[in-house]
């Protein structure tokens, strides 16, 4: 047998060896994943403290109301805790979500976890709690309703591009970005946003239990660290899993319950990748592991929530 014959069956062994690898890894993520989701599935069953977490830019989720309707109605869950990490969203995916956590709560207990940020609609779902627990440091408040439309007339004018309409009414489909708001168009928006407004101060004042012209002073849009919002009485307690454990005593919730994560599953892919990266790191691949954390693809810059990224300074200034 010459040289390039052995040097061809060399080549071709290790091409074998790496496909067989490569089924076996697969294989063993299959099973990790199948394992994941098994288990955590049968783990919702015994009782337990769920957890939520409710994160980003807050709108009309069905997905997560429909979770939150499954918490209300398991048997299992003695209790649950929403962590919040949100600047706010729309004024009516914050209703529905917090009429969601109402229903909860009205069967066992709520509490309302304020992490890094929960302001407007993120506090709106906060007070849907029996219990608002947030950081030192953490941003809450911005009690208030904006309306915000794009003015691009000006900009058509300089291109020569002119915008011309026929409608049924004076105010239908206004304010339009194609022409400055009437008077009396902004006057149609004023008074939705006056009720929208009027609505978010009543719903602070009950589940506060304050009177609603001090809850007025605090509602002109100001944002709050957690111990300024202690002082107003917009939230209950500064502390964290601690603290939150032993409110849940108080109501009778073992501190011994299991605390487990309600949150959205992740996608198929993500959840063979998140498995495979575990065999990756007990073979020794470190390096090559840490694709199952954003964290290690992504910018810090891009993982920052809230008014955080307006703070950082980038580095290549």
Do not use: C
């Given at each position: 047998m010459?040289s390039?014959?052995?040097?061809d069956?060399?080549?071709?062994?290790?091409?074998?060896?790496?496909?067989?690898?490569?089924?076996?890894?697969l294989?063993?993520?299959?099973?990790?994943?199948?394992y994941?989701?098994?288990?955590?599935?049968?783990?919702?069953?015994?009782?337990h403290v769920?957890?939520?977490?409710?994160?980003?830019?807050?709108?009309d989720?069905?997905?997560?109301?429909e979770?939150?309707?499954?918490?209300e109605?398991?048997?299992?869950?003695?209790?649950?805790?929403?962590?919040i990490?949100?600047?706010?969203?729309?004024?009516?995916?914050?209703?529905?979500?917090?009429?969601?956590?109402?229903a909860?709560a009205?069967?066992?207990?709520?509490?309302?976890d304020?992490?890094?940020?929960a302001a407007?609609?993120?506090?709106?779902?906060?007070t849907?709690?029996?219990?608002?627990?947030?950081g030192?440091?953490?941003?809450?408040g911005?009690?208030?309703v904006?309306?915000q439309?794009p003015?691009?007339?000006?900009?058509?004018?300089k291109?020569?591009v002119s915008?011309?309409?026929?409608?049924?009414?004076?105010?239908?489909?206004?304010?339009?970005p194609f022409?400055?708001?009437?008077?009396?168009?902004?006057?149609?928006?004023?008074?939705?946003?006056?009720?929208?407004?009027?609505?978010?101060?009543?719903?602070?004042?009950?589940?506060?239990?304050?009177?609603?012209?001090?809850?007025?002073?605090?509602?002109d849009?100001?944002?709050?660290?957690?111990r300024?919002?202690l002082?107003?009485?917009?939230?209950?307690q500064i502390?964290?899993?601690?603290?939150?454990?032993?409110?849940?005593?108080?109501?009778?919730?073992?501190?011994?319950?299991?605390?487990?994560?309600?949150?959205?599953?992740?996608?198929?892919?993500f959840?063979l990748a998140?498995s495979?990266?575990q065999?990756?790191?007990l073979?020794?691949?470190?390096?090559l592991?840490?694709?199952r954390?954003?964290?290690?693809?992504?910018p810090?810059?891009?993982?920052?929530?809230?008014?955080l990224s307006?703070?950082?300074?980038?580095?290549?200034?």
């Amino acid at each position: 047998m010459d040289s390039s014959m052995i040097a061809d069956r060399h080549k071709l062994r290790r091409k074998v060896t790496f496909w067989r690898v490569a089924a076996v890894l697969l294989l063993v993520a299959l099973g990790f994943a199948a394992y994941r989701f098994l288990v955590g599935d049968i783990a919702t069953v015994r009782p337990h403290v769920a957890h939520v977490t409710i994160s980003g830019l807050i709108t009309d989720d069905d997905e997560l109301l429909e979770r939150l309707k499954k918490i209300e109605k398991s048997d299992a869950v003695k209790a649950v805790v929403v962590s919040i990490s949100s600047p706010g969203g729309t004024t009516y995916g914050g209703e529905r979500v917090f009429k969601a956590i109402r229903a909860i709560a009205a069967k066992k207990p709520v509490v309302s976890d304020v992490r890094t940020l929960a302001a407007s609609a993120g506090y709106m779902i906060a007070t849907a709690g029996d219990m608002i627990i947030a950081g030192d440091s953490s941003i809450t408040g911005s009690i208030g309703v904006i309306f915000q439309y794009p003015q691009v007339k000006p900009l058509l004018d300089k291109i020569g591009v002119s915008m011309e309409e026929i409608k049924s009414s004076p105010l239908k489909a206004e304010p339009s970005p194609f022409h400055p708001a009437s008077e009396e168009a902004k006057a149609m928006i004023n008074n939705m946003i006056t009720d929208s407004y009027g609505w978010f101060v009543d719903l602070v004042a009950e589940r506060r239990k304050l009177p609603r012209e001090d809850v007025q002073k605090l509602a002109d849009g100001t944002i709050f660290t957690g111990r300024q919002a202690l002082k107003v009485k917009l939230i209950d307690q500064i502390g964290g899993d601690d603290e939150i454990r032993a409110y849940l005593e108080t109501r009778k919730v073992s501190k011994g319950l299991p605390m487990i994560d309600w949150d959205k599953k992740s996608s198929t892919p993500f959840l063979l990748a998140d498995s495979a990266s575990q065999i990756l790191t007990l073979l020794g691949y470190d390096d090559l592991a840490k694709a199952r954390d954003l964290g290690g693809i992504l910018p810090q810059k891009l993982l920052l929530d809230g008014l955080l990224s307006v703070w950082q300074v980038g580095n290549d200034r």
